[in-house]
């Protein structure tokens, strides 16, 4: 017995040492290196003294960090709920189609969802554009029949990337409420028809609160990806006023890249890093203690 449970180590080493080996080469050491960097003054590539909690003092007291910091957490009010509320929308629609229909259009909406960052930029640079862009038709009568540029007026900025991520992610969620509702019991709903209990009686008695685990995982890979947002904001910012509209990982890559301040940049990840751990621990924990009650 002995020997067989040697065996069952001596394999399960071998099927998992890898996976370990590459996870703690590619993440947990390069994790360590940046917390050590975070307490030097070094560039981007070099050593550097160590000046201990200097650079998470400069950056907590600097107005750029505060501004990105309240970017990034308007962006994340603008879609975590919305996106998640949406999503949970169309998945109880889709879920009624039955056959080809059902599959056709998941496809429809999952597409969007493979699509690169710059495809999603490019097609919706050209809906928004100011001279030949289709949403002008309805911003024109909001803005005395002249065009406005969403992405260069400050207060539309975030709103309208905002609505550029809910349409591009959107179908990921579309799919784990789909699985959810597939999840729930025909049978439920048939001995509430008979209890003459209507669709949002049983939405709200049966549906909610048996897909809330899956609410609460989407909302917590919702928080996790928006609060560490950077592509859309970036790319819709060219040309325009980026430290109005720079959020946290925009800071970052500016102090790493732009400024070569590899400490201030490690200090600001580590802080970034920390808000997604606290924050989505949290949440979920908060969210899976409701679903329990």
Known sequence: MLRDRRKEYLAAAVLVGPFVLIYGVLFVWPTIQMLIMSFTDAPLIGPGEWVGFKNYVRIITHKLFSAAFLNTAYFVLLTVIPNTLISLAIAMAVNRLKGWKQGFVMACFFLPYILPVSVVFLTWNWIIDVQYGMIQYLVRPFNGGQPMSLTRTIPFFMPTVAVVTIWWTLGFNVLLFIAGLRNVSPEIYEAAALDN??????????????????????????????????????????????????????????????????????????????????????????????GEK
């Open 197 to 290: 209990a209507g669709r949002w009686r049983q939405f709200s008695r049966i549906t909610w609160p048996l897909i809330w685990p899956v609410t609460a995982l989407v909302l917590t890979i919702q928080l996790i990806a928006q609060l560490k947002i950077f592509d859309q904001v970036y790319l819709f910012s060219i040309g325009g006023r980026q430290d109005a509209t720079i959020v946290l990982v925009q800071y970052i890559y500016k102090a790493a890249f732009q400024q070569n301040k590899g400490g201030e940049a490690a200090a600001a990840s580590v802080i970034l890093f920390g808000m997604i751990i606290v924050l989505s621990v949290l949440q979920y924990q908060l969210l899976r203690a409701r």
